[in-house]
């Protein structure tokens, strides 16, 4: 036999029945994203290395240690896979001139690579939701930006999810810190880990930014920034946070708060857990208002967010708990190929009408038994087993036979009518549907819990 082939270290498959609970996830962002007037962009995997290196900076870890860059093999261009897709998405507004005629507001999934040491919630493939509202300078979108974040959180029944945010100001007042900053780190130069010493030199408000306990009382002890903000500043904060509170929405200040990122100005927040260990940011973003100019465009005032969703997933499972995997709404029992020829075409009439139908499919030296094929329909799940016999057929009917309530109850229906009746049926399945309703968005309902003893899908 050939060797095996496995993934590569850190990228995940997602595997059914776990795949339905990344549907129903995505789904919920999509209903959610469409009330909030934010529309979709999709931006290549694929992007110049030069984007990442001006567009998320130079010294922060994702350019020093964590992309996957390589070179064209045709052209010699300088290529990476996107680690993030702020970047991405403000170079496709640059380049197709997006925000001409006013303000934007985008969102994205998909996957993101990041060379990083793979443990639970951090991953070398992993997906990120991201929303981006380009164009727009005042504070109440920061904080509809967060809102959004806040509202998807809540209507996945997500609790113990806490906001906290800070400023950044605008450039001249971060070097003004940036002075103040270095001073005391200078002071205490003999506290100082070998990755602060280094951004000392490189990009000293990163430091804020240790994962070090051993650096906690000297960050702690460090200026801050908020104290150097004017009165401008000031303001879109207070705002962002008034606005915050009007809604509902609890928040902390955080000083030490600065993201990995060179281009933030003003606002900056997470959204975090403390029920996921070291990787409890499930969501973080802020204003970056000179990206756009850095990455040769018109200045353009933007913030954003972006939210890892396996993290999220991971959190649902702790809180939510089991809930339904999707199943069909009938299973269809067909004992020969003479039956297959008659079945095929009802079977696609019904899943036309809207029917889940999962088809026996049998291996090359038949069907199997009518035994083992009600054994798969019950493993399915399916409320109803259609039944394709011969005897039935030969009279233009199938029989239905309930699979769940009904215990077991069987009437036969004619061929062509079985649409009519399809339709009458009440689906016990939980159901996404574009534009679902809100019962179907509750935590007890989404779909997104899981299952405690999946039932086998296979046939
Ligand atoms: P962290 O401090 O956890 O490394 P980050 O500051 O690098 O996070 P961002 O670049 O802001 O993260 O990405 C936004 C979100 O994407 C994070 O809050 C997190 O939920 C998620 N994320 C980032 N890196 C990973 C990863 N390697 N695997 C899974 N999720 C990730
Ligand atoms: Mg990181």
Redesign the pocket.
């Known amino acids: 036999m050939a060797d095996k082939l496995n993934a590569v270290k850190g990228m995940n498959d997602i595997l059914p029945p776990e795949s339905a609970r990344w549907e129903a996830l995505e789904q919920t962002v999509r209903d959610l994203m469409g009330r909030y007037a934010y529309r979709n962009i999709r931006t290549p995997i694929v992007e110049p290395t030069a984007l990442f290196v001006r567009g998320t900076g130079q010294t922060t870890?994702?350019v020093e240690k964590e992309m996957y860059s390589f070179e064209d093999r045709l052209n010699g261009e300088q290529l990476t896979l996107r680690p993030?897709n702020t970047p991405g998405v403000a170079r496709a507004a640059i380049e197709h001139n997006l925000t001409y005629d006013g303000g934007k507001r985008l969102w994205y999934t998909g996957p993101?690579f990041?060379h990083?040491r793979p443990q639970r919630?951090?991953?070398?493939q992993?997906y990120?939701l991201g929303a981006e509202a380009l164009g727009f300078s005042g504070p109440e979108v920061d904080a509809e930006l967060m809102l959004l974040a806040h509202q998807l959180f809540q209507t996945l029944g997500l609790r113990n999810i806490r906001v906290e945010l800070n400023s950044l100001g605008v450039p001249s007042e971060r070097q003004a810190h940036r002075a103040a900053l270095i001073a005391h780190f200078q002071q205490n130069a003999d506290q100082l880990d070998a990755d602060a010493q280094r951004r000392l030199e490189t990009n000293p408000l990163r430091i804020l930014d240790t994962k070090n306990p051993a650096m906690q009382p000297l960050v702690e002890a460090a200026p801050r920034l908020l104290d150097y903000l004017g009165d401008a500043s000031r303001r879109h904060l207070e705002t962002v946070q008034s606005l915050l509170t009007a809604c509902g929405v609890t928040w902390t200040v955080n000083p030490r708060l600065v993201?990995?990122?060179d281009y933030y100005s003003h606002t900056v927040f997470?959204f975090i857990t403390s029920e996921l260990g070291a990787?409890g940011?499930?969501?973080?973003?802020g204003r970056y208002d000179g990206l756009f100019e850095v990455l040769g465009g018109k200045p353009t005032p933007a913030v954003g967010w972006?939210?890892?969703l396996?993290?999220v997933l991971e959190l649902l499972k702790e809180q939510a708990g089991a809930s339904a995997v999707p199943v069909p709404d009938a299973y269809a029992v067909i004992p020969d190929a003479a039956a297959l020829a008659r079945a095929m075409p009802v079977l696609q009439q019904l899943r036309a009408a809207g029917v889940g139908v999962q088809m026996h499919a049998g291996a090359a030296d038949g069907f199997g038994s009518f035994k083992s094929q009600f054994k798969k329909a019950d493993a399915s799940g399916a409320a109803y087993a259609l039944v394709f016999g011969g005897d039935e057929l030969a009279r233009g009917e199938l029989t239905v036979k309930a699979l769940r309530d009904g215990g077991g109850a069987q009437t036969t229906r004619p061929l062509d009518a079985v649409t009519a009746w399809a339709a009458t049926l009440q689906s016990s399945a939980p159901k996404e549907t574009p534009g679902s309703s809100r019962a179907s968005l509750l935590p007890s309902d989404h779909g997104l819990g899981v299952p405690s003893s999946a039932p086998d899908q296979s046939n």
């Open positions: 870890d994702i993030e993101m990041r990083e919630g951090r991953y070398r992993f990120q993201r990995g990122l997470e990787q940011t499930l969501c973080g973003g972006g939210m890892g396996e993290r």
